[in-house]
């Protein structure tokens, strides 16, 4: 299984972008799906879930900003990011885990810097 993740850049602070994993290797639907983010030098932290029955959570610091979602026919998870700001910089990472096998993987990870 292999995630590849798209969709990083440098946006201003309070502007938007959408980031995107693929997933190649199997079908997206078995996993649930999940959003990292890491800033150099600190632990890597749970941004936004999505559940193989499409139920999603959030990190309290983006809720009502980001919203995950998924499309199975195309074996791709979004990750919208809109009013970005600049504690929002960190590379970000693409997680599939696959619950009755108790397995996870990780896409390479896309970088995203807000700033002005």
């Known amino acids: 299984v292999q995630l590849q993740a798209y969709g990083g850049g440098l946006v201003q602070p309070g502007g938007s972008l959408r980031l995107s994993c693929v997933v190649s290797?199997?079908?997206?639907?078995?996993?649930?799906m999940g959003w990292y983010r890491q800033i150099l030098g600190k632990q890597r932290e749970l941004v936004a879930r999505i559940t193989s029955g499409g139920t999603t959570n959030y990190a309290d610091s983006v809720k009502g900003r980001f919203t995950i979602s998924r499309d199975n026919a195309k074996n791709t998870v979004f990750l919208e990011m809109n009013t970005l700001k600049a504690e929002d910089t960190a590379v970000y990472f693409c997680?599939?885990?696959?619950?009755?096998?108790?397995?996870?993987?990780w896409g390479q990870g896309t970088q995203v810097t807000v700033s002005s």
């Open positions: 997680n599939a885990f696959r619950r009755a096998l108790v397995i996870d993987y």
């Open positions: 290797g199997s079908i997206l639907s078995i996993f649930d």
